[in-house]
């Protein structure tokens, strides 16, 4: 490399070129290493949705960053389809929760956020999501109308055009073996080949595995590897209607009938398998919601590892024991809805711009309110 980048980003995903994205945009010179190819690990096995799940059950830290994504997240899809022509399919199906509890709850946090949600029952619930089983269109529902989703693999396919457009330049395959920190700033990275190459700034937007990254540094980060398993049912548009969510279980249906039907939660490291178990369990959870799959094939069946952190919380800010190495990891189960937001409040620290939404709640120091980051 002749003359190294302003900032080498360290993970390929969503996060990573949201990133990479936003910094091109600042006008810096980007360089993006993604260890296989780009939005292919939890990026790729998500299920897309603009919003958290049960939002009002998070920290404030994460309705913040949602509420502001939710609100740039139309204006990113028609710029991504102006300079690259895809379609990410973004469409607001909207968010049915049917048979939940803390509906009060909901109500006050609605109120502070000023997120449109109603409790809706009987006849409306049915006009609503007619897709829904006898059985939980009998308990009412908590319904926000206006939450959106995109479909993650077109997403994906959509940001690598755009960066690539913006001149960002992209290696996969590029396995990072370690950073280089030189009088306590990095300095660039050691390849696995061996290679060396710097930057004069490091974002680690690794997901589950930039924990380790960071453990040859003397550096805890509480970061771990949580596997998601998802089914997806061929099934035909207007068949599944809604997003919704029940007990932590959810349908989503995208513009061509598919319908996801996700999620479990297991820490296993980073084994990425599926499972009988999950697939019967997830199977007999989506016939619980929408009876009408019951006359479609399941289509595939697959796992991803979702970077789990304390209470959700990512990490967004430049680590404070190593100068020039910045975060974005962390996010959990909400990458997707938290990315646009994180990667637009990385960028305004590392360009020295203003954000609307304070930094103080993501950043990896010590703490006694969120996630931190710990000097071993």
Not at 69 to 87: A, M
Not at 322 to 344: C, E, P
Request: aromatic share 6%.
């Amino acid at each position: 490399m002749s003359k190294h980048p302003d900032c080498l980003i360290i993970g390929g995903g969503l996060i990573g070129m949201l990133t990479a994205r936003e910094l091109a945009l600042g006008g810096m010179q980007v360089s993006l290493l993604e260890k296989g190819e780009t939005g292919r690990e939890s990026t790729w096995a998500g299920g897309g949705i603009l919003s958290p799940l049960y939002p009002w059950r998070y920290d404030d830290a994460i309705s913040d960053l949602a509420q502001y994504s939710q609100r740039v997240y139309p204006d990113i899809v028609k710029g991504l389809n102006e300079e690259t022509g895809l379609d990410v399919e973004w469409m607001q199906s909207g968010l049915l929760m049917p048979d939940c509890a803390d509906v009060e709850l909901a109500r006050q946090w609605a109120k502070r956020y000023g997120a449109e949600l109603n409790y809706i029952e009987g006849n409306e619930l049915t006009e609503v999501a007619p897709e829904l089983s006898p059985h939980l269109s009998q308990t009412g529902a908590i319904w926000m109308p206006k939450i959106a989703q995109v479909r993650n693999p077109r997403f994906a396919r959509a940001l690598r055009a755009s960066i690539d457009k913006l001149g960002v330049k992209v290696l996969t395959n590029a396995a990072v073996r370690e950073i280089s920190i030189n009088s306590g700033k990095a300095e660039g990275v050691v390849m696995l080949s061996g290679e060396q190459l710097l930057a004069d700034k490091l974002v680690l937007a690794s997901g589950a595995w930039s924990a380790g990254l960071l453990e040859p540094l003397g550096l805890e980060l509480p970061v771990e590897p949580v596997l998601g398993q998802m089914l997806l049912y061929k099934a035909r548009p207007e068949i599944v209607r809604r997003i919704i969510l029940n007990q932590d279980r959810y349908v989503i249906p995208r513009q061509d009938g598919r319908v996801l039907v996700g999620s479990t939660l297991e820490h296993t490291g980073f084994e990425k398998q599926t499972t009988d178990a999950a697939r019967i369990e997830l199977e007999a959870e989506a016939l619980r919601i929408v009876p009408a799959l019951a006359d479609f094939p399941i289509e595939a069946h697959w796992a991803g590892l979702r970077p789990g952190s304390p209470n959700g919380v990512p990490f967004i800010g430049e680590c404070p024991e190593v100068k020039g190495l910045y975060l974005n990891t962390g996010h959990f189960r909400n990458g997707v809805i938290l990315g646009a937001a994180s990667s637009a409040m990385l960028a305004s620290l590392i360009l020295g711009t203003k954000f609307e939404v304070a930094s103080t709640s993501y950043t990896p120091t010590q703490g006694a309110s969120a996630p931190r980051l710990v000097a071993g």
